[in-house]
């Protein structure tokens, strides 16, 4: 899995170009940090609809939580929370994608 780096927004730089600042999706996923006010850009350039799935890797009451799916339509873009029950041992959201073929992702942090 590669390492998402976070592009923190700053209120003074004005308007970021997400999709600009987006990079390809990982064949075997990405890592990205988690936590108050970080989100996953994705943006879906193929033909198809594909399937982002953050790993959940929490339990409650001994019951596993269910991964959450995404799915981004073709051509669209779309934003994810990277709240911290994606947490895992590493300290950062495992994200896999049904199809990387024409899919860009960035993390982002809003400021405070």
Not at 72 to 90: D, E, H, M, Q
Request: net charge neutral; aromatic share 6%; charged share 10%.
């Amino acid at each position: 899995m590669a390492d998402l780096t976070t592009t923190k927004i700053s209120v003074a730089a004005g308007i970021l170009d997400l999709a600009a600042a987006a990079t390809a999706a990982a064949v075997a996923g990405d890592t990205a940090e988690v936590g108050p006010r970080r989100f996953l850009y994705v943006n879906n350039g193929s033909g198809g609809s594909i399937t982002v799935t953050l790993a959940t890797p929490g339990t409650v009451s001994g019951l596993a939580v269910a991964d959450p799916t995404y799915a981004i339509a073709a051509g669209k873009a779309g934003v994810i929370p990277l709240a911290n029950v994606f947490r895992g041992s590493n300290g950062r959201a495992s994200i896999t994608y049904s199809a990387v073929t024409s899919l860009t992702v960035r993390p982002f942090e809003l400021p405070a």
